[in-house]
């Protein structure tokens, strides 16, 4: 990532009152400007906010926050945290009005869920702070926190978010699937299973005309990608991130090739394929010459 901060040494951030000071002076001002806005006398938009209005908002944050992080934009990737930190004080400050719960037990939550799952640093665990992370069980952690919430897990895909993006949430539900054994061996296995649900995607496409079944087509192209996600699983890829770079790929290249039919005095409207499928190759070309 893009480094834009001045050429100066980092201050202490361990034995800095008033860094510490400050820090919280910023946070303290940012829920008291949150406050004023869902004050009686506030933003109208924002006093009639809930927490179901602004989980899409919340959701689109994150996303931006992922967005800067891969375009490596150092100076949006604060403004989108700090966003998305907008978003968490929001959250906090309809909990607080309705007399739920407020920002600072988020934050201890989150502290206290810290602490708890890294006994191999703060020396919760046997062997005490810096034992070897390998020996955690996360999982155990995490049923001792279920447990003392009350909470009874009937599988091991229980509490993976049915919210989540698609992929990702594959991505996830795989993953704990894995863990008791099911699942595949090795990517070469995975890869036959792609050829597999390609040729049934296939076969359902290919189906003559007045038998050729929408939703069927639906359910196995659903297949070949949750395959495929298992596929960039077993390669180290994860399938979001690969899209999501993917997508910029595409979406530069195609401004390019409409960039090049601008300069000859034209428009896409106005291009046939082969010309834009020619213009494409040489963009293509160029990009990988360039490294």
């Known amino acids: ?34 406050a ?40 949006a990737l604060v403004d989108e945290l700090g966003d998305l930190l907008l978003q968490v004080v929001y959250h906090a400050r309809i909990g607080e009005e309705a007399g739920a719960f407020t920002f600072d037990d988020v934050a201890r939550a989150s502290a206290d869920k810290m602490l708890r799952r890294h006994p191999h640093v703060f020396g919760t665990e046997p062997g005490g702070a810096r034992a070897d992370p390998e020996k955690v069980d996360w999982e155990e952690i995490k ?14 895909l229980d509490d993976v978010p049915g919210g989540m993006p698609a992929l990702a949430r594959a991505l996830k539900l795989t993953k704990r699937a894995a863990k008791p054994g099911f699942d595949w061996k090795d990517p070469d ?7 597999e649900e390609a040729g049934e995607l296939r076969e359902e496409v290919g189906a003559p005309e ?4 929408p939703e069927r087509i ?29 997508n910029a790929k595409f979406e530069r290249r195609f401004r390019a090739v409409e960039a090049a039919l601008r300069a000859q005095g034209r428009t896409v409207w106005e291009a046939d ?8 190759t040489e963009i293509k070309r160029a990009e990988k010459a360039e490294g």
């Not at 834009?4 to 001002?29: C, I, K, Q, W």
């Not at 007045?210 to 079944?213: A, I």
Request: include cysteine; charge should be negative; proline fraction near 5%.
């Open 1 to 34: 990532m893009k480094d834009t901060r001045p050429d100066r040494p980092l201050p202490d951030r361990t034995a800095s009152d008033a860094l510490v000071f400050d820090r919280a002076a910023g946070l303290e001002r940012l829920l008291e400007i949150m």
């Open 36 to 75: 004023r806005l869902r004050a009686p006398d506030g933003c109208p938009w924002d006093r009639e906010q809930t927490w179901e209005s602004i989980a899409p908002y919340t959701i689109e944050e994150a996303t931006e926050v992922a967005e800067a992080i891969a375009a490596r934009d150092t100076p």
């Open 143 to 156: 049923a001792a926190e279920r447990a003392e919430k009350g909470e009874r897990r009937d599988s091991v």
């Open 189 to 195: 296995d995975v890869m036959a299973k792609v050829v």
């Open 210 to 213: 007045g038998e050729r079944n």
């Open 218 to 246: 639906k359910d196995e192209f659903g297949d070949l990608l949750f395959v495929i996600v298992n596929l960039g699983r077993h390669l180290g890829v994860d399938a979001e991130a690969a899209l999501r770079g993917t």
């Open 273 to 280: 394929l082969g010309e834009m499928d020619t213009l494409w």
